[in-house]
C-alpha cells in the first residue's frame, strides 16, 4: 500500500460524509495494510472472514477504485 493510498483510505474512514459500506471497506483494508491476520480483522470488525477476503483481494487487484461498489445488473434506475 503506497502513502497516498493509506492517506485515501483513512480520509474515508475519518470523513463523516462517507457512505457506511465504504468505510467499513476501508478499515479492512487499513487492517490488513497493518499485518493483522483476516480473522483478527474480522473480529475486530464485525465482519465475516470472506468479507475480509473479499475486499481485501478486490483492493490488490484494483486498488482503492476496487472499494466502490460495482454496478447492479438490471434495467438503470429511472428518477422522475
Known amino acids: 500500500m ?10 474515508w474512514v475519518r470523513r463523516r460524509t462517507t457512505a ?9 483494508v487499513l487492517e490488513c495494510a497493518d499485518g493483522h491476520s483476516i480473522m483478527e480483522v474480522s473480529r475486530r ?8 477476503r473479499t475486499w481485501r483481494r478486490r483492493f490488490l487487484e484494483r486498488g482503492v477504485d476496487g472499494l466502490y461498489d460495482e454496478p447492479r445488473p ?7
Open 2 to 11: 503506497t502513502d497516498a493510498q493509506r492517506a485515501v483510505l483513512e480520509g
Open 20 to 28: 457506511q459500506a465504504l468505510a467499513q471497506r476501508s478499515r479492512i
Open 45 to 52: 470488525l464485525g465482519a465475516s472472514p470472506d468479507t475480509v
Open 74 to 80: 438490471g434495467a438503470p434506475r429511472k428518477i422522475t
